[in-house]
């Protein structure tokens, strides 16, 4: 399984760490369209049946598992942003 380090600047997703990491096992990335039509509840779970889709440009992305921190599905900022955590998750930082 291919080991993916995700930087992310949007700190107050509930995924976002200490040193813009982000914390979430798997994310989803869709374009502008697709974020805007799909309901939250579409999700990096089902991100092999999804249909595919284009951009241009990276302003015509958005990661779709972001959730504002305090959101129904957190905290996760707070479980899992934590020096030991991030340590394991990132040994070689
Ligand atoms: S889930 Fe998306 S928005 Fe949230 S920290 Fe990770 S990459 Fe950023």
């Known amino acids: 399984m291919p080991q993916l380090e995700v930087y992310c600047t949007v700190k107050n997703c509930d995924y976002w760490g200490k040193n813009n990491h982000c914390l979430a096992e798997k994310i989803l990335i869709v374009n502008d369209a697709q974020a805007a039509a799909w309901p939250d509840s579409v999700d990096a779970p089902d ?4 249909e595919s889709s284009e951009a241009d440009t990276c302003m015509e992305t958005a990661c779709k598992t972001f959730r504002p921190r305090y959101s129904h599905a957190g905290p996760v900022q707070d479980q899992r942003n934590t020096d030991a955590h991030l340590a394991q998750k990132f040994p070689h930082q």
Request: glycine letters at 24%.
């Open 47 to 50: 991100g092999a049946k999804l």
